[in-house]
């Protein structure tokens, strides 16, 4: 016996009427916006009328930290749940796990176990960070995002303009 914490996108995106005939039938969370679905106005119009449980926005094409935390809110007002995901690069995974730290209603955040292959962006942010046995991950208290420039990448890549 099986109890998901929530199905992810079980009907197509646009199909707002199925979602919310889904949700009346079933206990299962149900869970849209991975794809199709950017800003807060769509994720709004999503919950009003599609009955979701869970928002999942992207961090890296929604618009920024500040529309995430428009969006979370706004799920807040509905009940949901707001659980943005990141296939690009560590910098959503950051923006996210800063995010998470300070929202109610971000439980966890979706990531790729490894990240397409780019050594420029994989050694040029220090540190790389490190998920514990127990699944957290520690939010840097360093300013910005918590990253530091690897200056020998740096080195190596840089451009004499002359």
Request: hydrophobic share 45%.
């Amino acid at each position: 016996r099986f109890k998901p914490f929530f199905i992810e996108a079980p009907l197509p995106a646009d199909n707002i009427e199925g979602y919310r005939r889904l949700a009346e039938a079933t206990s299962v969370r149900i869970a849209v916006g991975d794809w199709g679905f950017s800003t807060r106005h769509e994720f709004a119009d999503l919950l009003r009328r599609g009955r979701l449980d869970v928002v999942q926005p992207s961090a890296v094409r929604a618009g920024g930290m500040h529309e995430i935390l428009n969006i979370a809110e706004d799920a807040y007002r509905f009940g949901a749940l707001c659980i943005p995901h990141t296939w690009c690069h560590v910098v959503g995974v950051a923006a996210e796990l800063h995010l998470a730290a300070i929202t109610p209603n971000m439980p966890y955040f979706e990531f790729p176990i490894a990240f397409p292959a780019s050594p420029l962006i994989e050694n040029l942010l220090l540190p790389n960070f490190v998920i514990s046995d127990d699944g957290t991950m520690e939010v840097p208290n360093r300013p910005g995002l918590g990253f530091e420039l690897n200056e020998d990448v740096i080195s190596e890549f840089r451009v004499d303009p002359y």
